[in-house]
């Protein structure tokens, strides 16, 4: 079965220190996005993206954060300096459309640790 | 935001017992998923449900969606220990483009 693949599995970083998370979605999926959970609490919703530009962002999703389909497989997460409380697991999720709120496929995540 | 809202927080049941795991939503919906996750692991959907279906059954898994109440429940009969884990609401919003709102989750114990 077709699988979202995200790397790394762990990245540690320094504080303020740029960190770029990858992800490459489903072959044939059009909406893509970014979640991320802190340690036994809640999935948050990051960004979504479609047709090569966000779709929606949530109030995490500040100017350290930036996403990019740099070609047609991977979609990445990159953030600009590093806080202490980005410290958490990140998922990248896709699907296929052709409506929004369609199944999600997520990935096995990027657990994120700052220093 | 839209988000579902799961509840109990935790549930411990012996094997071979039902689960009931209910989650609530504030607004309107188009449709309401339900999501496992198993400990450090990414979400696995289990189960969509729309809002003009009011039951959904998919082996050991019942889901019910009132609308009228904004609520959801899933039903996992004669549980087993491999269904240890945490499960997920997920809501879209006709006002937030239909992305995907998760909430806290449900964290089951099936003891064998």
């Known amino acids: 079965e077709p699988e979202v693949t995200q790397t790394p599995s762990h990245q540690v970083t320094q504080m303020g220190q740029e960190v770029i998370l990858r992800c490459v979605p489903i072959?044939?999926?059009?909406?893509f996005y970014w979640y991320r959970q802190i340690l036994g609490q809640k999935v948050e919703f990051l960004v979504s993206f479609y047709n090569n530009e966000i779709s929606e962002k949530s109030e995490i999703f500040d100017d350290q954060f930036s996403v990019e389909r740099p070609d047609g497989s991977n979609f990445t997460l990159k953030i600009r300096s590093t806080k202490l409380e980005d410290s958490a697991m990140y998922f990248c999720?896709?699907?296929?459309?052709?409506?929004?709120?369609?199944?999600?496929?997520f990935g096995s995540g990027t657990q994120l640790s700052v220093l | 935001s839209q988000q579902g809202e799961e509840d109990p927080q935790a549930l411990s049941i012996q094997e071979g017992e039902n689960a009931t795991m209910n989650c609530s939503y504030k607004?309107?919906?188009?449709?309401l998923q339900w999501y496992r996750q198993n400990s450090g692991r990414g979400l696995v959907h289990l189960i969509l449900i729309r809002s003009n279906e009011r039951e959904k059954h998919s082996g050991r898994l019942r889901v019910t969606l009132d609308t009228s109440k904004k609520s959801s429940s899933l039903l996992i009969t004669a549980s087993r220990a491999a269904d240890t884990a945490s499960y997920f609401c997920?809501?879209?919003?006709?006002?937030?483009?239909?992305?995907?709102?998760f909430g806290a989750g449900t964290r089951l114990t099936v003891k064998p």
């Open positions: 607004t309107s919906i188009n449709n």
């Open positions: 999720a896709s699907s296929g459309g052709p409506t929004w709120g369609e199944k999600l496929f």
């Open positions: 072959s044939n999926h059009l909406y």
């Open positions: 997920a809501t879209d919003a006709l006002d937030n483009n239909n992305d995907m709102r």
